[in-house]
């Protein structure tokens, strides 16, 4: 009979170790799946165009080319990176940036980041998109909203006429600060598109690219240190822009110039998205260059060897592989530039016929 007691309670511990073991191993497995997709994705982050980002789209500036992209249709919140398009906004439609603007009531104590204004201060729109595009100030972006619309909604309604303009298709402000609304939305490709309009801007970049900043304060000037550490850390860097909200996660938009060429990367929702960004734009550095296909003035021949004079210059950013795979074809008066039977250029050209004996 007590060997059989001892039996019972050993069966009884070995029962409860397993159930616990059980539970445990539940548990783990339960946060690994929460985690999942991110882990996955960050671990697997070293090949080339790789990324942990929910959305992602990197975008040569000149020519509006896609070069890596991840869910970049997807639409999603993407916080502070909305000021992009607020700043390019603001100079689209204010034709002295130097005008002193006493700031509005309404942009005083707003929630979430700051330059701290106060009641009655005055600022020129110049120092408050530096508070803007440098500290993210919630308030900078109320203030200038107000500068140049009769009201925030209204100034929104001015950004999505500029986004409808340049082609973004799927987003939506509502607020110029970006933060949280069902209604305030973009994709990845769709902000890398914007930002690469704005990138063209050369009043935006001077100021997206700038460390810090020294503006006008109450009692003393405020010094506006930029949140973009690429800015100090990765050669060529020239912006853009830095957002996050609890919701959202963390967003990025950043910027680099080499050799005269600018690519902008976006990644909305992405943990590490300095490291990301900057790997990014390096392998699009290491991968893409821009390269003379047409110039104007000078004879080319097509496929089909008929020869022509280019009216135009025309550069696009190609691997080595894709420049060997380049396929041009003269129609009447139009040169047609194709890669992998997509058309990348039309353009006018002066037709010359396939009389390959004439000079060049």
Same mark, same amino acid.
């Given at each position: 009979?007590?060997?059989?007691?001892?039996?019972?309670?050993?069966?009884?511990?070995?029962?409860?170790?397993?159930?616990?073991?059980?539970?445990?191993?539940?548990?783990?497995?339960?946060?690994?799946?929460?985690?999942?997709?991110?882990?996955?994705?960050?671990?697997?982050?070293?090949?080339?165009?790789?990324?942990?980002?929910?959305?992602?789209?990197?975008?040569?500036?000149? =020519?509006?080319?896609?070069?890596?992209?991840?869910?970049?249709?997807?639409?999603?919140?993407?916080?502070?990176?909305?000021?992009?398009?607020?700043?390019?906004?603001?100079?689209?439609?204010?034709?002295?940036?130097?005008?002193?603007?006493?700031?509005?009531?309404?942009?005083?104590?707003?929630?979430?980041?700051?330059?701290?204004?106060?009641?009655?201060?005055?600022?020129?729109?110049?120092?408050?998109?530096?508070?803007?595009? *440098?500290?993210?100030?919630?308030?900078?972006?109320?203030?200038?909203?107000?500068?140049?619309?009769?009201?925030?909604?209204?100034?929104?309604?001015?950004?999505?006429?500029?986004?409808?303009?340049?082609?973004?298709?799927?987003?939506?402000?509502?607020?110029?600060?970006?933060?949280?609304?069902?209604?305030?939305?973009? =994709?990845?490709?769709?902000?890398?598109? *914007?930002?690469?309009?704005?990138?063209?801007?050369?009043?935006?970049?001077?100021?997206?690219?700038?460390?810090?900043?020294?503006?006008?304060?109450?009692?003393?000037?405020?010094?506006?240190?930029?949140?973009?550490?690429?800015?100090?850390?990765?050669?060529?860097?020239?912006?853009?822009?830095?957002?996050?909200?609890?919701?959202?996660?963390?967003?990025?938009?950043?910027?680099?110039?080499?050799?005269?060429?600018?690519?902008?990367?976006?990644?909305?929702?992405?943990?590490?998205?300095?490291?990301?960004?900057?790997?990014?734009?390096?392998?699009?550095?290491?991968?893409?260059?821009?390269?003379?296909?047409?110039?104007?003035?000078?004879?080319?021949?097509?496929?089909?060897?008929?020869?022509?004079?280019?009216?135009?210059?025309?550069?696009?950013?190609?691997?080595?592989?894709?420049?060997?795979?380049?396929?041009?074809?003269?129609?009447?008066?139009?040169?047609?530039?194709?890669?992998?039977?997509?058309?990348?250029?039309?353009?006018?050209?002066?037709?010359?016929?396939?009389?390959?004996?004439?000079?060049?």
């Amino acid at each position: 009979m007590l060997n059989n007691n001892r039996m019972r309670k050993v069966w009884w511990r070995v029962g409860v170790l397993v159930l616990v073991t059980a539970l445990l191993a539940g548990f783990f497995a339960g946060v690994m799946w929460l985690a999942g997709t991110r882990v996955t994705a960050y671990v697997n982050a070293t090949a080339v165009g790789d990324t942990s980002a929910r959305g992602m789209c990197t975008m040569d500036v000149a =020519t509006g080319r896609v070069l890596f992209a991840h869910n970049a249709h997807q639409t999603m919140g993407m916080a502070s990176t909305t000021k992009v398009v607020t700043a390019l906004t603001v100079l689209e439609n204010c034709q002295d940036l130097d005008t002193k603007i006493r700031v509005a009531d309404a942009a005083i104590g707003i929630e979430g980041s700051s330059i701290y204004l106060q009641k009655g201060e005055e600022l020129t729109i110049r120092e408050l998109l530096y508070g803007l595009m *440098l500290r993210s100030g919630n308030d900078a972006a109320v203030a200038l909203a107000l500068a140049i619309a009769p009201s925030v909604a209204d100034f929104a309604t001015l950004m999505n006429q500029t986004a409808v303009k340049y082609g973004a298709k799927n987003t939506h402000f509502v607020n110029p600060h970006g933060l949280d609304d069902p209604e305030h939305y973009t =994709t990845a490709y769709d902000l890398a598109l *914007l930002s690469a309009v704005a990138l063209r801007n050369p009043t935006f970049v001077e100021i997206c690219s700038a460390t810090e900043k020294r503006i006008t304060g109450v009692n003393i000037p405020r010094v506006l240190i930029n949140k973009n550490k690429l800015l100090k850390t990765l050669d060529g860097c020239i912006g853009v822009k830095t957002g996050y909200t609890k919701k959202t996660g963390r967003s990025f938009v950043g910027a680099r110039e080499v050799d005269g060429q600018k690519i902008v990367c976006v990644v909305l929702n992405c943990g590490p998205m300095f490291p990301e960004s900057a790997q990014l734009l390096k392998d699009a550095d290491t991968l893409y260059h821009n390269k003379a296909v047409l110039a104007a003035e000078e004879i080319f021949v097509d496929k089909n060897g008929v020869k022509g004079v280019a009216l135009t210059d025309f550069s696009y950013p190609l691997t080595q592989d894709e420049l060997q795979q380049l396929e041009m074809i003269i129609v009447e008066d139009t040169v047609i530039v194709r890669l992998n039977g997509e058309t990348i250029y039309q353009g006018a050209c002066v037709n010359l016929g396939n009389d390959l004996t004439l000079n060049s």
